[in-house]
DNA sequence: CGTTACAATGACGCTAAGGTCAAGCTGGCT
DNA sequence: AGCCAGCTTGACCTTAGCGTCATTGTAACG
């Protein structure tokens, strides 16, 4: 991985996706890895972009929402009305994040208590087995 | 809304779905309406139910994901190994759950430093407007 | 220089989760 | 009886997000 780049292959060993994926993303405008000849050479900033991805997507977001958080990251110096845009973009998807986990709080807490129920009625059946 | 039960209308009002999310919904045995006449009614079991579906949608799990989970509330009283596959796969979705919560709680806390940032640079727009 | 090995492109396929008609009941109103 | 609103089923359509070839390119190795 010399220069700081990695070849397709890397990536996907990496992150744990496929070649494909990659260049879906890539068709998407959500990495833009260089070219050396025909092949994609992926930098820290597709790395980082796509770790955000991935993340954002095991949070529910579709693709294009991710893009909107990415947009903010990204936008290096600008037009101010873009960097507007992305930044109330960006605000949207963390209210959506916050809100989120609340409810998340919440769930995991109804769940716990069904797992105990569930636990319980479990070990009754062992005691009619063990009575039987 | 007599005798606790309600029709589809009803529902997508209070849910805010479309009839067809709810008969997808009943497809796929995730609710299980009773029939007066042709017509469906929700009572409060699917009201109960439809309120989880839609949390674990927000949340990113898939349909199926979720009926492991509905299972898990729902066993009343089956078969020993019915519930055990229930309670694993839901102690599944419990960890999936705990393991987005952290994530969640590290991303929100990126974010919002990402959208410091923005409001310090959109804050430096603003100097120079004056400034012309 | 030929073969092996990975890369790229393009095209088509597929699943999940619904949307969107079309057609036909049904239960009131009037 | 005639009509309309709302429900039902069935069939096909759509979008997102990749999977899966088939074909072609190219770089390195023996």
Redesign the interface.
């Given at each position: 991985m010399a220069e700081d780049v990695m070849t397709i292959r890397e990536m996907c060993d990496t992150f744990e996706v496929t070649p494909r994926t990659l260049r879906f993303y890539e068709s998407k405008e959500l990495l833009s890895p260089i070219r050396q000849g025909n092949k994609r050479l992926f930098t820290r900033r597709d790395r980082a972009r796509l770790k955000l991805i991935l993340?954002g997507?095991?949070?529910?977001?579709s693709l294009e929402e991710i893009r909107q958080?990415l947009d903010?990251?990204d936008?290096e110096q600008g037009e101010?009305a873009q960097?507007?845009r992305?930044?109330a973009a960006?605000?949207e998807?963390?209210a959506d994040?916050?809100r989120?986990?609340d409810?998340?709080?919440e769930?995991?807490g109804e769940?716990?208590d069904?797992?105990e129920w569930?636990?319980k009625?479990?070990a009754s059946?062992d005691d009619k087995t063990a009575a039987a």
């Open positions: 993340r997507k095991r949070f529910g977001f958080i903010l990251y936008t101010k960097l507007q992305a930044y960006a605000k998807r963390l994040m916050e989120q986990r409810e998340l709080e769930t995991i769940l716990k069904q797992l569930g636990e009625v479990l059946f």
